[in-house]
């Protein structure tokens, strides 16, 4: 299902290994940030497993680019994915 994103570029995956958010989120959370670091506005999310760990992917590369990312929509019906570019102190 992840394959038609690669028109977008290469995929770097972050976890392997599927991970889940724990109740002690703070190394996860720097492994996130450790991930993300060289994260630019040229670059694009592309989310899906655990809730927690997809908002904290978006919070840090939302800290990293002053608020300006973009991520891939996945439309079932056309079976591709789709940019969204967010800006998230646009008024």
Do not use: H, W
Request: net charge positive; with cysteine; aromatic share 14%.
């Amino acid at each position: 299902m992840i394959l038609p994103a690669l028109k977008y570029g290469e995929i770097k995956i972050l976890f392997p290994r599927l991970k889940q958010m724990q109740f002690t989120p703070g190394p996860m959370v720097m492994e996130i940030k450790n991930s993300l670091k060289d994260f630019t506005t040229d670059d694009y999310l592309l989310l899906y497993g655990d809730p927690a760990i997809i908002g904290v992917v978006c919070a840090v590369a939302s800290d990293l680019t002053n608020g300006k990312f973009k991520l891939l929509k996945y439309d079932r019906r056309q079976f591709s994915y789709y940019p969204i570019e967010l800006n998230i102190f646009q008024n």
